[in-house]
Protein backbone atom coordinates (compact mmCIF):
# COMPACT_ATOMS: atom_id res chain seq x y z
CA UNK A 1 0.00 0.00 0.00
CA UNK A 2 1.17 3.75 -0.92
CA UNK A 3 -0.24 6.69 0.53
CA UNK A 4 -0.09 9.96 -1.73
CA UNK A 5 -1.12 13.71 -0.49
CA UNK A 6 -0.22 16.20 -2.82
CA UNK A 7 0.29 19.93 -2.04
CA UNK A 8 1.47 23.45 -3.48
CA UNK A 9 -1.86 24.08 -5.66
CA UNK A 10 -3.26 27.51 -5.63
CA UNK A 11 -4.16 30.30 -8.05
CA UNK A 12 -1.42 32.46 -10.15
CA UNK A 13 -1.47 34.38 -13.29
CA UNK A 14 -0.74 33.57 -16.59
CA UNK A 15 2.93 33.26 -17.04
CA UNK A 16 3.77 32.33 -13.64
CA UNK A 17 5.15 29.52 -11.43
CA UNK A 18 3.90 27.07 -8.98
CA UNK A 19 5.49 23.93 -7.72
CA UNK A 20 3.44 21.18 -6.28
CA UNK A 21 4.67 18.07 -4.01
CA UNK A 22 3.40 14.95 -3.44
CA UNK A 23 4.71 13.20 -0.29
CA UNK A 24 4.39 9.66 -0.24
CA UNK A 25 4.30 7.25 2.42
CA UNK A 26 4.06 3.17 2.47
CA UNK A 27 5.67 0.90 0.50
CA UNK A 28 7.40 3.59 -1.36
CA UNK A 29 10.38 0.77 -1.94
CA UNK A 30 8.15 -1.08 -4.27
CA UNK A 31 7.23 1.88 -6.55
CA UNK A 32 8.15 1.62 -10.41
CA UNK A 33 6.66 4.48 -11.93
CA UNK A 34 4.94 8.00 -10.59
CA UNK A 35 3.06 10.56 -12.27
CA UNK A 36 1.38 13.88 -12.19
CA UNK A 37 -1.96 13.67 -14.04
CA UNK A 38 -4.67 16.65 -14.46
CA UNK A 39 -8.53 16.42 -14.98
CA UNK A 40 -10.82 19.45 -15.52
CA UNK A 41 -14.88 18.59 -15.48
CA UNK A 42 -16.19 16.35 -17.70
CA UNK A 43 -13.02 15.52 -19.43
CA UNK A 44 -10.45 12.52 -18.47
CA UNK A 45 -7.96 12.40 -16.26
CA UNK A 46 -4.81 13.53 -18.98
CA UNK A 47 -1.01 12.74 -18.50
CA UNK A 48 1.17 15.33 -17.34
CA UNK A 49 4.29 13.76 -16.96
CA UNK A 50 5.92 10.35 -15.65
CA UNK A 51 8.81 9.47 -13.40
CA UNK A 52 10.44 5.97 -13.20
CA UNK A 53 11.80 5.16 -10.54
CA UNK A 54 14.82 3.18 -11.17
CA UNK A 55 15.92 4.72 -14.04
CA UNK A 56 15.04 8.37 -13.42
CA UNK A 57 13.83 9.16 -16.61
CA UNK A 58 11.19 11.18 -17.20
CA UNK A 59 8.32 11.93 -20.04
CA UNK A 60 5.92 14.69 -20.26
CA UNK A 61 2.86 15.47 -22.38
CA UNK A 62 3.46 17.58 -25.63
CA UNK A 63 1.27 20.77 -23.97
CA UNK A 64 3.58 20.80 -20.98
CA UNK A 65 7.51 19.98 -22.54
CA UNK A 66 9.57 22.65 -21.91
CA UNK A 67 7.58 24.79 -18.76
CA UNK A 68 7.18 21.80 -16.40
CA UNK A 69 9.81 19.55 -14.62
CA UNK A 70 8.84 16.12 -13.01
CA UNK A 71 11.63 15.21 -10.28
CA UNK A 72 12.21 13.60 -7.28
CA UNK A 73 13.59 13.64 -3.55
CA UNK A 74 14.31 10.28 -2.44
CA UNK A 75 15.09 11.07 1.12
CA UNK A 76 12.10 12.51 1.69
CA UNK A 77 9.78 10.61 -0.58
CA UNK A 78 8.54 13.23 -2.22
CA UNK A 79 7.87 13.82 -5.73
CA UNK A 80 7.66 17.29 -7.32
CA UNK A 81 6.13 19.30 -10.36
CA UNK A 82 7.55 22.42 -11.03
CA UNK A 83 5.19 24.69 -13.35
CA UNK A 84 6.77 27.39 -15.20
CA UNK A 85 5.62 29.60 -17.44
CA UNK A 86 1.51 28.56 -16.89
CA UNK A 87 -1.03 29.14 -19.34
CA UNK A 88 -5.37 29.77 -18.58
CA UNK A 89 -5.26 25.67 -19.84
CA UNK A 90 -3.31 24.88 -17.33
CA UNK A 91 -5.84 24.91 -14.90
CA UNK A 92 -6.98 22.07 -13.74
CA UNK A 93 -7.03 19.62 -10.62
CA UNK A 94 -3.81 18.46 -10.71
CA UNK A 95 -3.36 14.42 -9.12
CA UNK A 96 -0.11 12.65 -8.18
CA UNK A 97 -0.30 8.71 -8.92
CA UNK A 98 1.84 5.75 -8.47
CA UNK A 99 2.13 1.95 -9.02
CA UNK A 100 4.36 -0.95 -8.70
CA UNK A 101 3.46 -2.94 -11.51
CA UNK A 102 6.80 -3.45 -13.84
CA UNK A 103 4.46 -3.15 -16.93
CA UNK A 104 3.20 0.26 -18.39
CA UNK A 105 0.84 1.21 -21.66
CA UNK A 106 4.10 3.24 -22.92
CA UNK A 107 6.11 5.91 -21.75
CA UNK A 108 3.06 8.43 -20.05
CA UNK A 109 0.69 5.85 -19.04
CA UNK A 110 -2.55 6.32 -18.99
CA UNK A 111 -4.40 6.98 -15.72
CA UNK A 112 -5.99 3.03 -15.97
CA UNK A 113 -1.99 1.87 -15.27
CA UNK A 114 -2.23 3.71 -11.59
CA UNK A 115 -3.75 1.97 -8.59
CA UNK A 116 -2.22 5.08 -6.27
CA UNK A 117 -3.75 8.29 -6.41
CA UNK A 118 -3.23 11.28 -3.91
CA UNK A 119 -6.29 13.86 -3.11
CA UNK A 120 -5.66 16.23 -5.88
CA UNK A 121 -4.70 20.08 -5.92
CA UNK A 122 -6.06 22.06 -7.33
CA UNK A 123 -4.49 24.88 -9.87
CA UNK A 124 -6.05 28.27 -11.36
CA UNK A 125 -4.16 30.19 -13.97
CA UNK A 126 -5.78 33.28 -14.97
CA UNK A 127 -5.15 35.64 -18.01
Known amino acids: QVQLVESGGGSVQAGGSLRLSCAAS????????MGWFRQVPGKEREGVAT????????YYADSVKGRFSIGQDNAKNTLYLQMDSLKPEDTAMYYC????????????????????WGQGTQVTVSS
Open 51 to 58: LWTRSSKT
Open 26 to 33: GSTSRINC
Open 97 to 116: AADFRTWYSGNLPPANDFGY
